[in-house]
């Protein structure tokens, strides 16, 4: 009987001790954290000129014939670029649309003294506006509501702007200006090698940052993406010799490529990491460089085109590890919707 109860004591103590170490083990992670898996980006902010940029909503526009023809021939007729466009914002469907091109929530122009797209000033508000930048609205009944740079689209040189607040759109009008504090131009890593930055605004650095951009201790720069893309299905936008300005657009006519790396899932906003390609002087095809961006405008039918990127960041060495997360799209990141 004594050696049952001494027995039964022991394995009492066992469960007991079995029971409280969880307890300890969360109570000490809770208390003690362990340090971040990355450190925090540094660049020249100091240095950064934030100045104003001006442009109006744009018009919707047709060529001649309204047809768009796809590589099988078929024909297709659908809205375009430019307006405000009311229920394809950022965070919605790029692909899932019946659209050519379709530029998110509001796009701007700036027609300058020359009254068309090739103005100084024309240049001046695609070169100098950065993704993430604040822009407000100058006049219309509107006036005074503020939101965020979310994208450039060459050719027609655009830019997209997005607001948080969604009653703000019923109150727009083409034509409506707005001025935007372009701040990014300019922007260089301190802490990080072989990394060049386009189109940044530190607005977007500090999103990302959040979200767990940062340079891991091999001295890589860490960047959350939503998707991995195959440089081999890229085309319009080949050919340029910078990508300040304009964007890079990615085929989806390869059913094989797209479901692959589910590409048919592609948000405006989401940013997508290029693999094999290098946007340093233009972009062009390289093995083991990565290229970073955001997507901007629709899926297109056009051979050539698709889904378009506005560039962010390029390492021709490969130094940027993308690491997948659903939420790396600027509708979470600048808390647009």
């Known amino acids: 009987m004594k ?11 066992v469960l007991l001790i079995i029971a409280v170490l969880p307890a300890m083990a969360v109570k000490k992670t809770a ?19 934030m100045m104003a940029v001006e442009g109006e909503i744009a018009a919707p526009g047709f060529t001649e014939s309204p047809y768009v023809i796809d590589p099988q021939g078929k024909i297709h007729v659908v809205p375009g670029t430019g307006s405000i466009t009311y229920n394809f914002r950022t965070g919605d469907s790029a692909v899932n649309i019946a659209g050519e091109h379709v530029e998110p929530a509001v796009s701007l122009y700036n027609l300058g003294t020359k009254g068309d797209r090739s103005s100084e000033e024309s240049r001046a508000l695609n070169t100098l506006a950065c993704i993430g930048n604040r822009v407000r609205i100058l006049s219309g009944d509107a006036k005074g509501a503020e939101g965020w740079v979310i994208g450039k689209h060459g050719g027609l040189e655009h830019v997209m702007v997005d607001f948080p607040d969604a009653q703000v759109f019923d109150k727009l009008a083409i034509g409506d200006d707005m001025q935007i504090r372009a701040y990014g131009l300019g ?15 530190p607005e977007l650095i500090d999103a990302l940052t959040r979200a767990g951009l940062g340079i891991t201790k091999e001295g890589k720069l860490r960047i959350p993406v939503t998707h991995l893309v195959p440089a081999k299905i890229l085309g319009s936008g080949l050919g340029s010799d910078q990508v300040y300005r304009g964007d890079y657009d990615i085929q989806l006519f390869d059913k094989t490529t797209v479901k692959k790396y589910n590409l048919d899932t592609l948000r405006f906003g989401d940013i997508v990491a290029i693999i094999d390609a290098d946007h340093s002087y233009g972009r062009i095809y390289l093995t083991g460089a990565v290229s970073v961006g955001v997507i901007s405008h629709s899926a297109s039918d056009i051979a050539g085109h698709g889904p378009g990127m506005t560039s962010l960041f390029t390492s021709p060495s490969g130094n940027i590890e993308p690491v997948i997360d659903a939420g790396a799209n600027l509708a979470k990141l600048l808390n647009i919707r």
């Open 3 to 13: 050696f049952r109860s001494v027995k039964f004591n022991m394995v009492f103590c």
């Open 187 to 201: 922007m260089e890593f301190i802490n990080v090698k072989d990394i060049k930055i386009f189109s940044a605004g």
């Open 31 to 49: 208390l003690e954290p362990g340090p971040s898996s990355v450190k925090p980006v540094e660049y020249n902010r100091d240095r950064l000129v």
